[in-house]
């Protein structure tokens, strides 16, 4: 089978749990106002795209060098990337709540 094609499976694969788990998670425990649960889902698009784009980068460099479980284990750990923002952002409303 030809690499990019498996590539794209992965992404495929891995993309919508990357992305959508964050955003389930911003929806089932957020008790913000709807502007800023707007604004948290939009940082949380952002900050799972950047980590994906910079996961991807690292894995595929790994997994060329014959480090694929090295590789997994990175694209495990970034998952938890978003999860941390959402919590820094979290904070950030709590220590400075927002004006109405």
């Given at each position: 089978?030809?690499?990019?094609?498996?590539?794209?499976?992965?992404?495929?694969?891995?993309?919508?749990?990357?992305?959508?788990?964050?955003?389930?998670?911003?929806?089932?425990?957020?008790?913000?106002?709807?502007?800023?649960?707007?604004?948290?889902?939009r940082?949380?698009?952002?900050?799972?795209?950047?980590s994906?784009i910079?996961?991807?980068?690292?894995?595929?460099?790994l997994?060329?060098?014959?480090?694929?479980?090295?590789a997994?284990?990175?694209?495990?750990l970034s998952?938890?990337?978003?999860?941390?923002?959402?919590?820094?952002?979290?904070?950030?409303i709590?220590d400075?709540?927002?004006?109405?």
């Amino acid at each position: 089978m030809d690499e990019v094609i498996v590539w794209l499976i992965i992404v495929g694969f891995y993309a919508p749990l990357h992305f959508l788990v964050p955003v389930l998670v911003l929806f089932i425990t957020g008790q913000e106002s709807e502007k800023t649960r707007r604004r948290l889902i939009r940082n949380s698009l952002v900050d799972s795209s950047l980590s994906m784009i910079v996961a991807f980068i690292i894995v595929i460099t790994l997994a060329y060098d014959g480090k694929m479980s090295i590789a997994m284990l990175i694209l495990l750990l970034s998952m938890g990337f978003p999860f941390l923002r959402i919590w820094l952002h979290r904070r950030e409303i709590v220590d400075r709540p927002e004006s109405p």
